[in-house]
């Protein structure tokens, strides 16, 4: 098979969340556990970060993993959703898997993966493991796909574990209440690793303080001691620069508001990592807040493609996110504002297009996915709101109109959801 072919092979032989929604998620961890056991439990092999959380985790997976790039690690970094290519889920020092390892990887374990009928995500873990060991990296950022105590990421023993944060996403899988979606996130914490936890509300917190108890596990709140004091974006720099409490000035290149919060995440583990000594060299901790996207590859965090107009696309894609995303908007200083906007139908729309600002031009649309709430949905909603846009078939479409309405003073935000983001940066064809 060519890759192409193996990848609609991969797409197609297992349940895939991103495209067919609750039908492709699998309760338990037999298969990962079948799985490890025929590869000779490859994540044994090398020490790893497990990384859980509603939102954030994507960026602080990517931001440790250049730190300890910088600090001389080979580092495997293991993501989901793609946006343009599988391969990006799986990288060392910021390169994508080869498509000759993927190809490789399904000819040759097809005949002991077929009968188990695993999930998508629970394969792709498994070549993701078994990829790093035999890249021999030092160490991996392993990114939870969904919840944590049955996620198919949950076999490993890490050195660390991190939750982000949570809000009310998932909930058909996870529980309707924060406390419920907590305790599902807790269950990556592990006898006696370290945890840290970067931003609580009442219902959350002791959840994570009773599960840490019961593990014998160190448990840090972020919040508790912030590491930043604050943060602003330099436009000569193109940078987000923080004031630190134990780290001076650092500059990073993910801008977003919400990078913020993020940094405090990071900024802590960093420091239970570098009590474990596996930091060994300070000065490295800058230097990877600095190169985040071109060390690592990540695409789509508040991402800046062009100037005159300006355009940022930005995966947010849940009310957590949104809370960040429609104030920054907000407070853009611009001739006017453009939104291309669309979402997939898991997400609370009502509750998200509320918050959109008022004064924007709105180019709605649907991703390529079967999960897609239709543009026309998304239309009326946005009628319904008070909101200014005409609907438009594919996301494409939708940014060509909004490119050729601009002015060169004028803020294109492309967004909504992750497959939004996806239909336009491969419309770009960004290198990978």
Known sequence: MTYQETTEYLFNVAPVFEKIGAAAYKEGLYNSHA??????????????IHVAGTNGKGSCSHTLASILQADGYRVGLYTSPH???FRERIRVNGTCISEEEVMRFVEEERNFFEPLHPSFFELTTALAFKYFADQQVDIAVIEVGLGGRLDCTNIIKPILSIITNISMDHTQFLGNTLAK???EKAGIIKPHVPVVIGETVPETRPVFEERAKQEGTPIVFAEDNPEIRSSAYDDQQHMRVYQTRSFGSIAGDLTGDYQEKNTNTVLTAVQQLLQQQVIRHAENIKKGFSQVAATTGLLGRWQQMQSHPTVVCDTGHNVGGWNYLSLQLKQLQCQQLRIVFGMVDDKDLD??????PKNAVYY??????????????????????????????NVIQAYKTAMADASE???IFVGGSSYVVADFLASLKPRI
């Open 83 to 85: 946006l343009v290519d």
């Open 409 to 411: 003073k004028d803020f």
């Open 35 to 48: 799985l490890d056991a025929h590869f000779g439990h490859p994540h044994r092999q090398y020490a790893t």
């Open 181 to 183: 979606i907590a305790g």
């Open 351 to 356: 509750t998200i297009m509320k918050m959109l």
């Open 364 to 393: 709605w649309t649907q991703p390529s996915t079967k999960r897609a709430f239709p543009v026309e949905k998304i239309a009326r909603t946005g009628l319904e709101k008070q909101l200014n846009g005409r609907p438009f078939s």
